[in-house]
């Protein structure tokens, strides 16, 4: 079974400072995605960054990048320049298996402080 | 371009009544559809998923039901609420395994 571990519950970064967002996996599969995804205080899920597992290249998006580890089935993700909109949930998930089905992290809670 | 709306956006309702939550994709056909259960702000809980029209998944044996009726259109339903179907209840689509999904704005859910 797929699994998504999130170890940090709450992260907290200063305004224009640099935070990351641990993120492990366990899959057995060889072709699977992983994505970030955010979710601010509206509640609406929003796609920040996907990774293609075969792809040795880190994604990047704009101030968002992601540290992609497969030997040690880790994702990270690192904001750059911190904003105060970027203070939300975020959840790391992973996708497998034929039925496209998306298998999430509990999630961080990132506050950014001014 | 694609859209998708859920609908209601709140709703309260007291235990032991009927509960139909909808959720309706434009712009793509044949799209995979899933319901999801957040509660508490964290985690999402992947409650049912369709492949196509009346095939049905369920993930987490429950008092929910889902319908696919038509090839964008997925419904949640349950007879009788319990106060632990609280919670707030997002729809999402998706036609390729590296689209990822995409969200509808949810439904929260308040069973009194």
């Known amino acids: 079974a797929q699994t998504v571990t999130q170890s940090q519950p709450e992260m907290s970064v200063q305004e224009a400072e640099t935070v990351t967002l641990s993120c492990t996996y366990d899959?057995?599969?060889?072709?699977?995605?992983l994505f970030w995804y955010k979710q601010p205080p509206s509640r609406q899920m929003i796609l920040v960054i996907r990774q293609e597992a075969y792809k040795q290249q880190n994604a990047t998006e704009n101030r968002f990048s992601v540290n992609f580890q497969k030997a040690a089935k880790s994702f990270s993700l690192k904001i750059s320049d911190s904003q105060l909109g970027d203070a939300a949930m975020y959840f790391c998930a992973h996708s497998g298996g034929s039925n496209y089905k998306l298998t999430f992290g509990k999630g961080t809670l990132l506050t950014v402080n001014p | 371009s694609q859209t998708i709306h859920q609908w209601p956006a709140t709703l309260v309702q007291p235990v032991g009544s009927p509960l139909s939550l909808e959720c309706t994709v434009e712009?793509?056909?044949?799209?995979?559809l899933y319901w999801y259960r957040q509660a508490a702000g964290r985690g999402l809980q992947l409650l049912f998923y369709?492949?196509?029209?009346?095939?049905i998944s369920s993930e987490v044996p429950q008092n929910l039901s889902a319908s696919r009726p038509q090839d964008r259109q997925f419904i949640l339903s349950s007879k009788k609420l319990l106060l632990s179907d609280s919670g707030f209840y997002l729809c999402?689509?998706?036609?390729?395994?590296?689209?990822?999904?995409?969200f509808g704005s949810g439904t929260r859910l308040t069973v009194v």
């Open positions: 999402a689509w998706s036609v390729h395994r590296g689209q990822g999904y995409t």
């Open positions: 712009g793509t056909s044949n799209p995979n």
């Open positions: 899959t057995s599969e060889s072709d699977y995605y």
């Open positions: 369709s492949v196509g029209i009346g095939q």
